[in-house]
């Protein structure tokens, strides 16, 4: 058994994954057809290129214009957790990001009872436990954002159905064009609602805006978090305070291009200063990179031990917002 092999089969848990960056090319195309969405002609994935990641969203959000209905969400989620089984993944929390298809007309108690149907038969199918984060596209701003978590808090408080999937919010999308305070009052509905939050954070933004998203919006958890290596005091915060932060190396190297290799990722520095970071996959249908084969890459990468990525990947667990007997459950 390679390493690689071995990190395959290694049980997993993800807490970074975008549905939508996980949608399977062939599906993509299906739903294209199907909905009469017109995409460039040739192979979908020729048209995961891009320099930048405004560049990149604007593939991501093409990409998601291709999910039309509560069918094509629930094939997605169906699909979603098949391949991440595959990737040995067992708990996962995923993003979704509906702004853009309610802003086209679509319900979120559709998005939501649709996914969460898929994940469910994902779920019982493979013996993994998926759960959701609903996340707000930024570019869509903060007043959109917080219709989007009363709205969510609504279906929550109605028992609409899947409702009881979304454990917590998030944001995403652009992130230099935006001031992260202006989405100051839909996180604050979250946590009055008890729902969990976590942000995009630190892909191309420096490291102060980081500290913003944790100490002014009190996100618990940060997605990506690059830049906070730039700000040694800021480390020591998130040490300290044990603020997760939930990375994807080889994302920042193609889509962000934050750091030109995952050799000179920042993760195992951070991980050094005590931060508690783990590893994820974020769009892998889009970077061809599922989370085996990310874990594979990093541990060639950095030049880690089999034992050392399986503490790695116990910080995924510690990290993740299952309660106490769930997390015992998978350490
Ligand atoms: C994304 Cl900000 C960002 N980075 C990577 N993938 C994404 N999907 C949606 N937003
Ligand atoms: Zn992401």
Known sequence: LSLAEALR??????????LEGALRPQTVAGLARKNGVPLPPGDVRDLYRWESLDEFLRVFWLIQSVLGDQSDW?????????DGAATGRVYAEVFVSPMRHLAAGQTLA????GLSAGLAAGDAETGATTRLIVNMDRSYGGEAGLQLMTELIGLRRANAAGADRVIGIGMDSAELTVDPLSFAPAYREAAAAGLRRCGHQGQVAPAASIGVVAVGLGAERIDHGVSLIDDP?????FAGRGIPLTMCPTSNVVIARACGSVGRHPLPRLRDAGVLVTLNSDDPAMT??????EYATCAAAWNWSWDQMVDLALDGVAASWLDDDGKRALS
């Open 9 to 18: 089969a290694l049980p997993k848990v993800e807490l970074h994954c975008h």
């Open 233 to 237: 005091d800021l480390v020591a915060f």
């Open 74 to 82: 629930e094939r997605l989620g169906y699909e979603s957790v098949l």
């Open 110 to 113: 559709s998005v939501i009872e």
């Open 288 to 293: 061809g990179v599922d989370l085996a084969a």
